[in-house]
């Protein structure tokens, strides 16, 4: 962004020493001493954090899983230094294996430890453990940053690269990933390589403060209820929990947070406006130039970070950063990208105004006499949804009992991609006792990978995605290794059947797809494996195509029993369910394409920022912007959470996903062997084939032909004729 766009440029080093940050260089006169970092003792003996070969979790410590990862990092810098040194000499050969080997060696046993305490960061939030990955996340980023500041090793891969014709497809693969990484660090910026690490070291400080400020600001919200009609159709979880006494939670008053659970309900269920409208405006208001004197305002840092980003983009010679973003997506170019959402959004926009109309007409048969506004939407298409679905669905879980539900999951991924997944029968030490142990095997009954499953929620557990604990590696001997951390309600007693509601088994779905991504691959280097170095508009398209099988009434069929009669679901009921999945969706699909569109122009565009969300929003948005609404303030996916000019790859990974799952309902249900073929071809790409190669050409190995906008349309009632 051009620096007239702002009044002023923070300096990162004023900005953390405002916030009471000092660091101290001990020196005397003309004497400087370098303090070397303590190499914690830790030994795999000592610190089971260390042991990536034969995990054990019930005695892992929090100091442990600090000095683990220190240690490991140390270890990882001495040999990625003893690599360069051994590099530098212009008699040593270079090949992919000399290059690469030592590195691989040292990435997986670290990557293990940074994984599982990462785990833990989520599962026992609040505790020390989350200390714990907070301490180690910079220190294992800034080791395995180190491979991109080299020139050596740089030069080394270009080495290497210029035999092309002799390294497989992988090793191709890996090379042009560390080829553009070192790149964006600079590495060929000369005398400006220390003006482009600067930039990058202070654009991670203004996330790590733009995120602490949205964290803080969002505690800072209460709202006092004390009339039960107001929010008598929450979850009666929720009313529990926000209830001044949990022992009578009928008994007022209660307190309306912005914890998501509680501020999604309000919008959802609560009858009263005014209540709404509080909640939405203090979410969409987070970080606003009014808590400024409460210093968790994002004005500077959101006006900091596009410029310091602008700036970083055309130091590397992009014309912006949106631009810079392109070189490491499955899209390829910002024209692509823009040209999916127009299309998405001149296609899907008059379907929504007609969907806003539907609800402004229903709400106002049931007494409703202004005009919807954002706080509106949520609670009116609940009560529309009500309406027209019934009561139909209130039983619907008692279909899913999740023991039979996981049985039956398992043999469709048998008969589609010709794998086992067995429990383990062994004792395993695992973090808590309600954790369980899979192994997956091949066509062969070849053990290829496990997994490991925590299903139910728990005070302190966070949801988690289906997540890599231990890369493939052919070289160090290593087997995938995932984690599996659901959110279902634990039973009542030991002999109390699990149920699932649809939203379980979806995210069941989803996860799944990702994990056997992750275990199924065939990609020899860790660095390949499972997601790791793909496109980021790629992550998720496995996942988003396993969630469609629970829009299949065939497959809500098959994997139904219900719990007492053990009868499947009716036909007529699976119909039922689909249709309330895909009420009113449009709408929410519009509100991401809006998303994505903003994020694009705020990393293209030289307007001020709030020009920039009052154009976009009347392009995309069928009702109007509040005039106080200032939620790029608090747009973390953007300013902090790694989808920089990448938010659109939501929308994206969708689209390849409908396309991708085209061709199982071109078969039709009632031919299970076409079927099978066709699950074949998407294990033998999507699910071997990982981050490998790049994702376009995994697409084109299985479609046979470059991406079609057209099954996304399709799915959301719009005609592609």
């Not at 303590?38 to 795999?44: G, K, R």
């Not at 200390?131 to 891969?157: C, G, H, I, N």
């Not at 939670?249 to 009263?272: A, F, M, Q, R």
């Not at 069928?622 to 609404?629: A, S, V, Y």
């Amino acid at each position: 962004m051009a620096s007239s766009m702002f009044t002023k440029k923070i300096c990162a080093s004023c900005y953390l020493s405002a916030h009471h940050w000092k660091t101290t260089i001990r020196h005397s006169s003309a004497t400087y001493y370098v303090l070397l970092p303590e190499v914690p003792p830790d030994t795999p003996e000592t610190n089971v954090i260390m042991r990536f070969r034969n995990p054990a979790y019930s005695t892992l410590r929090p100091d442990g899983c600090v000095t683990g990862p220190a240690k490991l990092s140390i270890q990882y810098e001495t040999k990625l230094g003893n690599l360069i040194e051994k590099l530098k000499d212009p008699k040593d050969e270079k090949t992919f294996e000399s290059v690469f080997e030592p590195i691989e060696r040292a990435d997986v046993p670290l990557s293990y430890a940074y994984n599982t305490v990462k785990l833990f960061y989520f599962i026992k939030k609040n505790t020390d453990f989350e200390k714990a990955f907070l301490r180690m996340d910079p220190q294992v980023e800034k080791a395995k940053a180190e491979r991109w500041l080299s020139e050596t090793l740089y030069d080394s891969v270009k080495e290497v690269a210029a035999n092309r014709s002799n390294l497989n497809e992988y090793q191709q693969r890996l090379i042009d990933i560390y080829l553009l990484e070192a790149r964006k660090h600079g590495v060929e910026l000369g005398p400006k390589k220390k003006e482009c690490t600067d930039l990058i070291k202070m654009l991670k400080g203004f996330a790590v403060y733009f995120n602490r400020n949205v964290h803080l600001c969002g505690k800072m919200y209460s709202d006092v209820i004390n009339n039960f009609s107001y929010i008598k159709d929450l979850p009666r979880s929720v009313i529990t929990h926000i209830a001044a006494d949990r022992s009578n939670p009928t008994e007022g008053p209660w307190t309306i947070t912005l914890d998501p659970p509680v501020y999604l309900s309000v919008l959802n269920s609560c009858s009263d406006r005014i209540t709404r409208y509080k909640a939405w405006i203090a979410y969409n208001t987070r970080c606003g130039v009014e808590f400024h004197k409460r210093n968790v305002d994002n004005k500077q840092l959101l006006n900091d970070i596009l410029l310091y980003r602008d700036d970083y983009a055309k130091l590397l010679g992009y014309g912006n950063f949106a631009e810079l973003s392109m070189e490491n997506k499955m899209a390829g170019s910002l024209e692509n990208v823009l040209t999916m959402l127009e299309t998405y959004k001149t296609k899907i926009g008059p379907k929504v105004n007609e969907d806003i109309a539907e609800l402004q007409q229903f709400a106002s048969s049931k007494g409703f006499d202004g005009k919807l506004e954002m706080w509106d939407v949520q609670y009116w298409r609940t009560r529309h949804r009500n309406h027209i679905i019934g009561s139909d669905l209130d039983h619907i879980s008692e279909y899913f009992p999740f023991e039979t539900v996981l049985e039956k999951l398992f043999v469709f991924f048998n008969q589609l991609f010709g794998i086992t997944i067995r429990e383990s029968n062994s004792k395993i030490d695992a973090w808590s006792e309600d954790v369980r142990y899979f192994n997956v095997y091949d066509e062969n009954d070849e053990e290829v990978a496990s997994f490991y499953m925590d299903p139910y929620a728990r005070s302190g557990k966070m949801s988690y995605k289906m997540s890599l604990a231990r890369d493939r590696s052919d070289l160090v001997g290593t087997k995938p290794l995932s984690y599996l951390c659901l959110d279902l309600d634990p039973p009542l007693t030991k002999n109390t059947p699990v149920l699932m509601n649809f939203q379980d088994l979806y995210y069941l779905l989803k996860d799944m797809g990702l994990g056997l991504q992750q275990l199924l691959t065939k990609v020899p280097y860790s660095e390949l494996s499972g997601q790791k170095n793909m496109e980021l508009d790629a992550v998720d398209i496995c996942a988003n195509v396993m969630k469609r099988w629970c829009f299949q009434p065939q497959f809500l069929q098959n994997i139904s029993s219900h719990v007492e009669t053990q009868k499947q679901m009716p036909l007529e009921l699976a119909e039922t369910l689909i249709k309330d999945s895909y009420h009113f969706r449009r709408f929410n699909f519009t509100n991401l394409l809006y998303l994505s569109a903003l994020d694009m122009e705020l990393h293209v565009s030289q307007d001020d920022w709030s020009d920039i969300m009052t154009r976009i929003w009347k392009e995309y948005m069928p009702l109007p912007l509040n005039r106080e609404d200032t939620h790029p303030y608090s747009f973390v996916d953007i300013m902090s959470g790694g989808y920089e000019a990448g938010f659109y790859s939501h929308v994206w990974s969708n689209m390849i996903a409908a396309d991708i799952f085209e061709a199982f309902k071109e078969v039709g249900h009632n031919k299970p062997e076409q079927i099978r073929d066709i699950g074949k071809r998407f294990r033998d790409t999507y699910l071997s084939l990982g981050s490998g190669i790049p994702a376009g050409e995994v697409f084109r190995r299985f479609r046979g032909r470059d991406p079609s906008l057209d099954a996304l349309l399709a799915e959301y009632g719009v005609s592609t004729d």
